[in-house]
């Protein structure tokens, strides 16, 4: 809220389009990565999409977007924000007080969910441009030097939480702060200082904010006690085991689809707080099996093919980091591990390209 008063929204999408370029897809382009840029600092999906919708919507329109197509970039790119480090949704201050990390170890595991969800949203958006036939769109906007050197203290908004995580402030504090130098450095220039006024009304709108992420924990609370107390949980977990047979890729196919279902009807808090006691425990009971195998394939030299140098180390490390115990341990094991079958696939993809010509 103290973002959207200082004028942050309008600054991120004027840094969009100076970063995009004026392509047919510029104008999607350009909302998709303010929709980043914001998110990064707002955390919220719905604050993120309103604050970029009244600004963009006549953009992507006069690009030759339809509505279901403006609606669709607006909402993918503002969902986004909730996942998009180091603000983060409230999901991630729940995580790191009911796993007992550190909040600063979410914000870097999400760096990697965050890159590949925007440019999947890129991707689809060049291919729906050539669907559409939108067209290249001359809109007065300011350079990139120009915004820098103008409103260059809206970057330390991206940067402070961060600052004040590295330096061993608790979760709590270290938002606080930012919340005070997002308020100091808008003082520096005149149009974007927040006087009493404008001060008063930030703050009201982010407590209307909360309320109701209070009330959805409250009542997923209730929630997740009913699933630990009577047992549930474990067998939910049971199922999605036995309906994975086992193996990782078949089980995070059920445990997504066991999400989606959730998400349906649940905030995203409220779908954290339900998949702790159900889903967590089937993914976890699959992990140390792919342990072992990243392991044997890195010692062994062999996955899909033969494997290089680094393919080997990426198994070995991974492998390990997935039999220890650990969420960060798993995620980033998890993540090798994925990183050399994805080189594996493409190496063997080439072969038989080079082979059949």
Known sequence: AILDYTGAGKFYVDLAFALTGRRPTGAARTVTVASFLLGTVSGSGVATTVTLGSITYPMLKKAGHDRESSGAILSAGGIGAVISPPVLGPAAFLMAEILGISY?????MAMMPTILYYLGILLTIEVDARRLGAREIALDAPGFWWLTK?????????????????????????????????????????ETSLGPRKLVNALAAGTKQVLPVGATTAVAGIAVGILLQTGLGLKISSLILALGFGNLIATLVVSGI??????????????YLVAVPTVVPALASVSAAVGIIALVAGVGGYLLRPTNLVERIFLVVGGVLLVAPGLVADVT???????????????RARATAVSAA
């Not at 600063?104 to 870097?108: A, E, F, G, Q, S």
């Not at 600052?163 to 005149?190: E, H, K, N």
């Not at 094991?333 to 190496?347: E, H, K, N």
């Open 333 to 347: 094991g998890l993540s090798l591990f994925g990183l050399a079958a994805a080189s594996q696939l493409v190496r």
């Open 258 to 271: 066991v999400l989606w279902v959730l998400g349906l009807s649940l905030p995203i808090t409220a779908t």
């Open 150 to 190: 103008r409103y260059w203290y809206q970057y330390t908004s991206l940067f402070a939480i961060i600052v004040f995580l590295v330096a061993g402030f608790s979760t709590i504090t270290a938002v606080f702060w930012s919340i005070v130098v997002a308020i100091l450095v808008s003082y520096i220039r005149r």
């Open 104 to 108: 600063l170890d979410i914000v870097v």
